[in-house]
């Protein structure tokens, strides 16, 4: 439940495919507890949105082109090492999720996702975030 003057928590979305992003931003916004700030396509403008931002929570794709998510991961995690990352991918190969999760993803959810899967993996990183 969100109270008077609660603030969202701020998402940052991260896939190379225009569509996805979009759904993604129309699922988060509708919830109570949390909004996208920014899009990205790939992970180098991942990056600059991160340090500009400070969102509460990235949701990064781990294969994109240009620069991937898992080395996008790690740069995040230099700049913040208490940044929340949730790895996502149409791969899941157990050796792509231990490398997200050894550069700094808190959690790893397979595409296609079910939506209040995805939606409880969110609020549950949000939550365990805060301080």
Do not use: W
Not at 16 to 30: A, C, G, Q, Y
């Amino acid at each position: 439940m969100k109270y008077l003057g609660e603030k969202k928590k701020s998402i940052l979305v991260v896939d190379d495919i225009p569509f996805t992003r979009n759904s993604l931003k129309e699922l988060i916004n509708k919830t109570d507890y949390a909004e996208v700030l920014a899009e990205a396509s790939n992970g180098m403008d991942a990056i600059n949105l991160y340090k500009e931002l400070k969102p509460d929570l990235v949701i990064m794709d781990i294969l994109m082109s240009d620069m991937g998510g898992i080395v996008a991961i790690e740069e995040i995690i230099k700049i913040d090492r208490k940044a929340v990352i949730l790895a996502v991918s149409g791969l899941d190969k157990s050796n792509l999720i231990e490398l997200a999760h050894e550069k700094g993803a808190k959690a790893f959810i397979k595409k296609p996702y079910k939506i209040d899967s995805f939606l409880k993996k969110i609020k549950e990183l949000l939550t365990n975030s805060e301080i």
